[in-house]
């Protein structure tokens, strides 16, 4: 298993692992009609579009033969938040590669560079019915915020997981 920083050549793979994840991490909480209709094309606009912007960390992890299994994105925090600095926004890994470490070697390698752009804390932003918030929390992260979404035609609750020092993570990783 390989982590490295992605390029636009990776957005099939990105795109792909985004649809996966999302269809196996979201079933029962979004509709199947709309997790069913998730296009791969789409999602690759978005991805490329995501990897031009200057200030995204975005990662992918390989397996032994060079596919993309997994992505982790992240920069600056996004809703202009003065108290928190940088944000995880994504981090999504097949099922089958679940639960082997890779996820915590996708966090730290994206943590990294958000240290190294002096970021001093951190969020990471989650569904709060998501059954990955058990992976924040293993991390030492606390909720910290919450706030209402409306995604799929439906109203979910998405839960702001935190650490004031952005080093606190590394503590668990």
């Not at 606009?45 to 200057?54: G, I, P, V």
């Not at 202009?80 to 679940?98: M, P």
Request: glycine fraction near 10%; include cysteine; hydrophobic fraction near 40%.
């Amino acid at each position: 298993m390989k982590i490295r920083k992605a390029t636009e050549k990776d957005v099939t793979g990105i795109a792909y692992v985004h649809i996966n994840s999302w269809q196996s991490t979201y079933k029962g909480i979004l509709p199947n009609q709309y997790l069913a209709s998730l296009n791969l094309e789409t999602r690759k606009k978005n991805w490329l579009r995501n990897l031009k912007m200057l200030h995204n960390a975005t990662y992918v992890a390989e397996n032994g033969e060079g596919q993309i299994i997994g992505f982790v994105a992240g920069g600056p925090e996004q809703t202009n938040d003065h108290h928190i600095q940088g944000e995880v926004y994504a981090i999504y890994l097949l099922k089958e590669y679940q639960r082997q470490g890779i996820g915590r070697k996708m966090i730290k390698t994206v943590v990294d560079e958000l240290i190294d752009k002096e970021h001093k804390n951190l969020i990471i932003w989650a569904l709060k019915d998501n059954p990955s918030c058990g992976f924040y929390k293993a991390l030492g992260g606390h909720v910290i915020a919450e706030k209402t979404v409306k995604m799929a035609g439906i109203e979910l609750i998405e839960v702001g997981y935190g650490w004031d020092d952005i080093h606190e993570i590394l503590l668990y990783l």
